[in-house]
């Protein structure tokens, strides 16, 4: 009788893909979501959780991203400086000053908390415009399928 193996890839076994985001007339938290699974190699059928499987993901139109109901002017964006008190800044005022900081910080949040999210999440590419320095990688542009992206 022969023993069934469970495939464990390596990793240099992998070949990591480009792909491009258009965040225009996106749910924030949606959208968040979908580029955490692809950084972390969800999408992929040979995902190892201790190995970086995940691919590239370049985001444009960072200004142009949006949330549900009124959680643009309610929630906050809090971080302390080090000096008594916090610092508080409403999420449209930081899509204004920041459009970048949103989409990282809500991706950042919903990876794993581990020393392996930190390379996952050198290869997140967010750019406030149409306009990105990537095109030699031949990024393919991801679709929304339903609910959420397809690879």
């Known amino acids: 009788m022969v023993a069934q193996r469970s495939y464990v ?3 240099g076994e992998i070949e990591k893909s ?3 985001v258009d965040a225009s007339d996106e749910v924030l938290g949606r959208l968040a979501s979908d580029i ?3 950084l ?3 999408h992929r059928p040979e995902y190892t959780p201790h190995v970086d499987c995940g691919d590239y993901v370049v ?3 960072a200004d142009k991203v949006g949330m549900t109901g009124r959680k643009m002017d309610v ?3 809090t971080w302390y400086t080090g000096h008594p008190g916090l610092r508080l800044e409403s999420y449209s005022d930081r899509l204004a000053r920041k459009p970048e900081d949103l989409i990282f910080h809500a991706v950042r949040r919903m990876m794993p908390k581990n020393k392996l999210a930190r390379h996952m999440m050198q290869k997140l590419k967010i750019y406030a415009g149409a306009e990105h320095p990537h095109t030699a990688q031949m990024p393919q542009t991801l679709q ?3 609910k959420k992206y397809n690879a």
Do not use: L, S
């Open 144 to 146: 929304r399928t339903g």
């Open 75 to 77: 929630r906050h964006f």
């Open 40 to 42: 972390m190699g969800k």
């Open 59 to 61: 985001v444009i139109n």
């Open 18 to 20: 480009w792909y491009i």
């Open 9 to 11: 890839a390596q990793q």
């Open 36 to 38: 955490a699974m692809i």
